[in-house]
């Protein structure tokens, strides 16, 4: 499967949403990704899974699911 992710890392290992970030993963989903990662925001498309993470380390093990 192909996976995008989206955040903006901080130094204590923190995500952040991105700019235009409602955007971005309806985008994905159209250009055939069918798993997005983003911050604990709220991000909805069709056609992909969207999993959510507020830290990298739970990103890191989202990449595993």
Do not use: D, H, Q
Not at 26 to 43: C, F, Q
Not at 46 to 57: D, F, P, Q
């Amino acid at each position: 499967p192909m996976l995008v992710c989206s955040a903006v890392g901080g130094l204590a290992g923190s995500l952040g949403p991105v700019p235009g970030r409602a955007r971005r993963v309806p985008v994905a989903a159209r250009l055939g990704y069918t798993r997005a990662i983003v911050p604990n925001t709220k991000v909805t498309a069709t056609g992909i899974k969207v999993r959510k993470a507020s830290t990298l380390r739970e990103a890191i093990s989202l990449l595993a699911s």
